[in-house]
């Protein structure tokens, strides 16, 4: 989101006449919203084998945002074993989880990790856009093998949305900063007489 905004403030000095200053914003926001999600996978399918892992699955999963070659990993929670039904509590802003843009697509891996080779297998996902997530709120989607086969669900426990303030809200509210300027009179300034010079004065015209 861009703003953008001028105000002008008489200076306050020792002279009667201390002059303005003239602020001229162009304010560009990340992001819009702070979010809080809870997540918890059910069902997804065992890897007992003993050549896959330890007689127990272990999973993760990843978060990437965006598609085709402009995909990004955005977040991976922690490992969990088997059916422990652990609720995954996630804090991003939405410039972070999706570029502010709610409809940017969303691709959820879910992985087994292979306990003996120490290596991860990607067994299902599922892909969404925030907006999506947060209609669901209570329900949950549905997450696909490779083959578009059902291997579980991700419950969308929570998808809390906390409006973030600009700058320059905050300012329009009454938030108040104190600016203090200094004048640096050095001769790399150049000669005040010269109108390329940042100390020269002309009616009209903003130092």
């Known amino acids: 989101m861009k703003q953008s905004w001028n105000v002008e403030r008489q ?16 304010e560009k926001q990340e992001s819009n919203y702070k979010l809080h999600l809870e ?15 330890n007689f127990a699955t272990t999973y993760f999963f990843e978060i990437w945002k965006g598609q085709d070659d402009q995909i990004v990993k955005v977040y991976e929670s922690d490992l969990w074993v088997d059916d422990q039904m652990i609720t995954h509590r996630i804090d991003l802003n939405d410039g972070e989880l999706c570029n502010a843009d709610h409809n940017l697509p969303l691709t959820i891996k879910f992985i087994s990790r292979n ?9 299902a ?29 991700l419950q969308v426990q929570k998808c809390d949305c906390t409006p973030i303030k600009s700058f ?5 509210e009454g938030v108040q900063i104190s600016i203090i300027g200094a004048i640096d009179f050095t001769y790399s300034n150049g000669d005040a007489s010269n109108p390329s010079s940042l100390h020269n ?3 009209g015209k903003q130092n």
Do not use: H, W
């Open 168 to 172: 320059a809200e905050c300012i329009k």
């Open 115 to 123: 306990q003996y080779k120490m290596e991860n297998t990607e067994i």
């Open 11 to 26: 200076l306050e000095g020792k002279f009667p006449d201390a002059g303005y200053i003239c602020v001229n914003v162009n």
């Open 39 to 53: 997540l918890c996978a059910k069902d997804l399918p065992k890897m007992t084998k003993i050549s896959e892992c």
């Open 201 to 203: 004065i002309c009616p």
């Open 125 to 153: 996902s599922c892909t969404s856009t925030l907006d999506n997530i947060k209609s669901v709120v209570g329900a949950g989607l549905f997450i696909n093998d490779a083959y578009g086969v059902r291997k579980g669900t």
